[in-house]
């Protein structure tokens, strides 16, 4: 004896749990969406492969840069080092100008290496205690280091467009 029905759309049969009909071809469109939304999104083409992290002189540059960022105005070394996003490619960082006579720059700077997980581009600050140890650490790492020409206050880039162009050529 064949026991199935169909009512309102359902499908049942006595070796099946009732389930609506085109359930099993749902199931095949919405895995092609998910295998497309994820080939997409690993794209690095499609997706920021960069990031900009660290101080008032980040938070300049960030709009020109089609990057990730996470910037805060007088952010300290030590707190830019909780701040960093994982799974970029490369993370530009600016540090050090807020805390230049900070007996643990230097550490900081190495810890900020140490979890960025990527490539590493700095921005070198214009306070020569900073800049010195900015230089240090990115020696120490074979990293590249970005200068800018300073602003009236002797502390931001007089020309955020051109910082953020010279970053853009270090990111290739």
């Not at 749990?17 to 099993?24: H, I, K, T, V």
């Not at 996470?70 to 530009?92: D, E, M, Y």
């Not at 490539?119 to 900015?134: D, G, K, S, T």
Request: net charge positive; hydrophobic share 45%; glycine share 6%.
């Amino acid at each position: 004896m064949h026991l199935s029905f169909q009512h309102a759309g359902w499908r049942a049969h006595r070796c099946s749990r009732a389930r609506p009909r085109g359930y099993d071809m749902r199931w095949i469109v919405s895995g092609a969406i998910c295998l497309f939304v994820t080939t997409v999104a690993a794209d690095p083409v499609r997706v920021h492969t960069c990031a900009v992290v660290g101080d008032s002189i980040a938070e300049a540059v960030q709009s020109y840069l089609p990057c990730q960022h996470n910037t805060k105005i007088g952010i300290s070394s030590a707190a830019i080092a909780g701040r960093l996003i994982p799974g970029v490619a490369v993370t530009v960082i600016s540090a050090g100008s807020n805390d230049p006579l900070n007996p643990f720059l230097r550490l900081n700077l190495r810890i900020i290496h140490s979890r960025a997980h990527s490539r590493v581009v700095w921005i070198l600050p214009i306070n020569a205690i900073a800049r010195a140890a900015v230089e240090t650490v990115a020696a120490e790492y074979d990293e590249p280091v970005l200068s800018f020409e300073p602003a009236g206050d002797h502390v931001h880039p007089r020309d955020n467009r051109a910082l953020a162009e010279t970053i853009l050529e270090n990111l290739k």
